[in-house]
Structure formats: structure tokens, C-alpha cells
């Protein structure tokens, strides 16, 4: 996964209003501001896993 799609999936799920929070690598990667290493996908947790948000993405 590169950067752009994460990027593409968060404002999807922003646009949904959906509650989550980035997990894992990309998550670590995101406090530290950079990208560290190559990622092949993304952990996130739905905050309302049943909400329409979460179940569209």
C-alpha cells in the first residue's frame, strides 16, 4: 500500500463520518510524520464498526 492510498482511504472515511483510528505501521508512521518502511496494508479500528461509514469503506 503507498502512502496516496492511504491517504485516499482516510478522506473516503472522513467523508463518511466514520470513527476509527489508524493502527499498526501506518499509525506508528503517521505520529512520526513519515513514511519508514513499505507497508502492505492498514490496520484501523472503527470506533462503530456497524456504522454506515465503516461498512461503505
Same mark, same amino acid.
Given at each position: 500500500?503507498? =502512502? %496516496?492510498? !492511504?491517504?485516499? =482511504? !482516510?478522506?473516503?472515511?472522513?467523508? =463518511? $463520518?466514520?470513527?476509527? *483510528? !489508524?493502527?499498526? $505501521? *501506518? $499509525?506508528?508512521?503517521? #505520529? #512520526?510524520?513519515? %513514511?519508514?518502511?513499505?507497508? $502492505?496494508?492498514?490496520? !484501523? ?5 456497524? /456504522? /454506515? ?5
Amino acid at each position: 500500500m503507498e =502512502l %496516496q492510498d !492511504l491517504v485516499d =482511504l !482516510l478522506d473516503a472515511l472522513d467523508d =463518511l $463520518g466514520a470513527a476509527y *483510528w !489508524l493502527d499498526g $505501521g *501506518w $499509525g506508528v508512521d503517521a #505520529l #512520526l510524520g513519515d %513514511q519508514t518502511r513499505p507497508h $502492505g496494508d492498514v490496520d !484501523l479500528v472503527c470506533t462503530e464498526p456497524t /456504522s /454506515s461509514g465503516c461498512l461503505r469503506c
